[in-house]
């Protein structure tokens, strides 16, 4: 995942959760190596497939809960099309 991805896990009501911050994108700021960006939105996509969670929702924050959490729901979705455009075809996306 790189350096600036910390991956914690946690029970919560007996349920186990996994914790992905990224740390390289500062409130009022741009992410400097949108590569490090990239791979964390594979490393979430990645941690649904593992856990058989594919279409599970999933919890995105931030300090101002629109910016940051906005942009990454906005490329984990366009993530989402492009593998499935990969998959079946342009056509049927």
Not at 3 to 16: I, L, Q
């Amino acid at each position: 995942m790189g350096e600036s991805t910390v991956v914690s896990s946690f029970k919560v009501n007996g349920d186990n959760v996994t914790h992905i911050q990224f740390t390289k994108w500062p409130n009022y700021g741009v992410v400097e190596n949108v590569e490090e960006l990239g791979l964390l939105v594979k490393a979430v996509a990645d941690e649904q497939t593992a856990r058989g969670l594919k279409k599970a929702p999933i919890l995105i924050h931030c300090s101002g809960g629109v910016g940051r959490s906005g942009t990454f729901a906005t490329l984990y979705s366009l993530y989402h099309l492009i593998q499935r455009a990969q998959d079946e075809g342009w056509e049927k996306v």
